[in-house]
């Protein structure tokens, strides 16, 4: 490589490898935002809590120190009374003695009259008999008789009711009553003390609250802000790489098995042609390899050229690119050896030369790479066939690096392309140096565990306070299931009103879904009409395209005035044509993107039924049983953080086998004991969302080969935790 190339390849090298030391700087600054975010977000769980508590301790202290109130009122009233009721009985016991004194009196004056109109009684009966005064006076003598009866009569009750008065205990019950009153009063002060008390507990939560609410909103504003700056590096690099570094990527294969490496073939500065006078591609073979991520900074073109021929077949893995005049072949790269590569129903992306096992599919293992963490989830293998770029396909199982050795589960590789010109091109530009790339970005591979899936209501629920779940087994050897509960939300009404948004957000959905799907049958006949209308011109719009444009370029050399402008004019009109068809494409390409989107809102609407074959009616549930799904949590929380949740805020539940291929696994809630992911005791008529963690248990691997996995939280049905009475 000459001066200038080493340097450009040193400065490029350089710039990438400095922008993935910041997309993993930022990438980490981006989970440490997010660690605080949720931190935040537990202390304001826990405020939110505490502060609720406090008012419902309250409202109690409120409610207590009413009742001390109205009965100190009460008391009050009764001690008067009891005072005045003293005062009257003195009265009414000295009256009434009076009174019985007197009425004695009156009572023995009136025995002694009719004693002596007895005695004249008498003396008539016997002097004068039925004479008139005797008649008179044995009138006068029934009458006075009667009287002094009623006299006695009266006397005595007089003197009962003296007696009954003298009983009257006024100031045993005056005393009592101001005792009485003395306890009320200071069972008053008692309660004014614990609603005071309370009040500035609340108060004081209330504060606490306000601050842990205003800490969460700044913390999540720090990581929206973080998760910029990381998705802002994350783009940076990737521009880079493709202007620098030939778009060099790699991605993950549907079978977990496989990964691609793509990368865009190289762009020359100026065209070669044939003797003929047509355009050559000067790249004979572009070559893939792999390297340990610790000596890719070592790797050269010197070390590419001199990898050892013996391990060829399973280290390098070549990708031929079409010459400009295979206009009527596979619009990809494919391998050397691959005969039948000019077909035009091969495939499309390269493979091992010569190696039946590269696709060996039955193998045990199931791998999945792994990109550097800070890689855009969005990314994704290009899926248009072209001539600018290449892919091939690498069984990780057969698969070696460039030392020979085989691919490690866990370890982190870097992908390197080496780029193979012809020797005319070598010859006529006076520089005989291949090319190499700069290294990929850091990947590895690891192996995923299982995880359980809602599914109909038999898998991942809650039924009568335990959490049951079928899993698959099959992955590692030792497996740990980890139970965590999510708070969801406090308030069943808060719940009905998202239930009946879902609704309205879903019936919106549905409207939209149908509008685009009728756009995309008419744009897709329309398509098709196009392309009927134009089949002669458009099958061979590249060749011809291409071959017009030689005549165009080569005009002044070449062809006369008149074959140029005709070749102007074919050129002009198939440009028309594909831009036509590229504009049609990219309008029914959108208007699908937009469908898929709103059929994904349709699929994690909690109001749809469609995913989850059922979906449990919030108004009508009474029990612990799931109570409909959710579109997102009250708090950010992923499969990063479900792998720091501390021991003590998840469970392990009892496992047992269900079948050949998977185990039935139960957890049952302990009331005042089982927590929520934040530490906290789950909270009667509180709603809470299970999710299961899997992780690989066995010490004796390396726990890089295993990645873990979480279950999805938008599929699970919450449920509200009703202890057991």
Do not use: W
């Not at 029990?623 to 992923?638: C, K, Y």
């Amino acid at each position: 490589m000459n001066t200038y190339n080493d340097n450009l390849h040193s400065s490029v090298v350089k710039s990438l490898h400095a922008q993935e030391l910041a997309k993993k700087g930022t990438s980490s600054k981006e989970n440490a935002a997010m660690f605080s975010l949720y931190y935040a977000e537990a202390a304001k769980d826990k405020a939110t809590d505490k502060y609720e508590n406090a008012k419902r301790v309250l409202d109690e202290r409120a409610s207590v120190k009413l009742q001390a109130v109205e009965n100190s009122n009460l008391c009050s009233s009764v001690k008067q009374a009891t005072i005045q009721e003293q005062g009257d009985v003195k009265l009414v016991t000295t009256n009434a003695a009076v009174s019985a004194a007197n009425i004695e009196v009156a009572a023995n004056s009136i025995v002694k009259l009719a004693s002596d109109i007895g005695s004249i009684f008498a003396i008539l009966n016997a002097a004068d008999f039925n004479s008139d005064i005797y008649m008179l006076c044995e009138n006068a003598s029934t009458k006075i008789n009667e009287t002094a009866y009623a006299a006695e009569i009266v006397s005595e009750n007089a003197m009962l009711a003296s007696s009954l008065t003298a009983k009257v205990t006024a100031d045993v019950v005056s005393k009592k009553a101001t005792a009485t009153e003395v306890s009320i009063a200071q069972l008053l002060k008692v309660a004014e003390a614990e609603y005071t008390s309370a009040s500035a507990l609340a108060d004081s939560d209330n504060a606490d609250l306000a601050i842990s609410s205003n800490e969460a909103k700044v913390r999540e504003a720090t990581y929206k802000q973080s998760k910029v700056y990381s998705n802002s590096a994350n783009d940076a690099y990737n521009v880079s790489s493709k202007e620098l570094n030939i778009n060099l990527k790699t991605y993950v294969k549907l079978d977990n098995s496989k990964f691609n490496v793509n990368f865009d073939f190289i762009k020359m500065p100026f065209t070669t042609t044939s003797v003929a006078g047509v355009p050559l591609y000067p790249v004979q073979g572009y070559y893939v390899m792999l390297v340990e991520q610790k000596s890719a900074s070592s790797f050269s073109i010197t070390d590419a050229e001199n990898v050892d021929a013996a391990n060829k077949l399973n280290t390098i893995f070549p990708i031929l690119p079409h010459s400009a005049t295979d206009d009527d072949k596979s619009t990809t790269g494919t391998t050397p050896s691959d005969s039948s590569a000019t077909d035009d129903d091969k495939s499309t992306t390269g493979t091992t030369p010569s190696d039946s096992s590269a696709t060996n599919d039955d193998k045990s293992a199931t791998p999945t790479i792994q990109p550097d963490s800070s890689a855009k989830s969005d990314d994704k293998p290009a899926t248009t066939t072209t001539t600018t770029s290449g892919s091939v396909t690498i069984n990780f199982d057969v698969a070696l690096d460039v030392n020979g050795n085989s691919l490690k589960l866990g370890q982190n590789y870097c992908a390197f392309v080496m780029a193979v010109y012809s020797l005319d091109y070598k010859k006529a530009i006076n520089n005989f140096e291949d090319f190499l790339s700069a290294p990929s970005a850091t990947f590895n591979v690891t192996t995923p565990m299982n995880s359980p899936t809602y599914a109909a209501g038999t898998s991942l629920c809650v039924n009568a306070n335990a959490l049951e779940f079928n899993v698959a087994t099959g992955v590692a050897s030792n497996v740990e299931y980890r139970c965590m509960f999510l708070p969801q939300t406090h308030d069943e009404v808060q719940a009905l009103a998202n239930k009946q948004s879902n609704k309205a957000n879903l019936k919106q959905q549905t409207s939209q879904a149908s509008e685009h799907q009728s756009d995309i049958q008419e744009l897709t006949e329309k398509i098709a009409t196009f392309k009927q209308t134009n089949q002669a011109d458009l099958k061979n719009l590249l060749p011809n395209t291409k071959d017009q444009q030689a005549i165009v370029t080569n005009a002044e050399q070449k062809y006369t005035p008149k074959q140029i402008s005709a070749a102007q004019e074919k050129l002009t009109v198939l440009q028309s044509l594909g831009d036509q068809l590229n504009e049609m494409e990219t309008q029914l390409t959108n208007l699908q993107q937009a469908h898929n989107d709103v059929q994904n809102k349709i699929s994690q609407n909690p109001a749809s039924t469609e995913k989850t074959g059922t979906a449990v009616d919030l108004d009508n549930s009474q029990s612990s049983g799931g109570t409909g799904l959710i579109e997102s949590l009250d708090f950010h929380f992923n499969k990063t953080l479900a792998e720091h949740v501390p021991m003590g805020s998840y469970y392990n539940p009892e496992s047992k086998t269900a079948d050949a291929n998977s185990v039935k696994c139960t957890y049952t809630i302990e009331e005042h004991v089982t927590t929520d992911n934040f530490g906290n005791v789950l909270i009667p008529k509180n709603y809470y969302v299970p999710v299961v963690l899997t992780v690989c248990s066995d010490l004796e691997l390396s726990p890089e080969q295993y990645s873990s996995a979480l279950s999805d939280i938008t599929t699970t049905p919450m449920f509200q935790y009703l202890p057991k009475d």
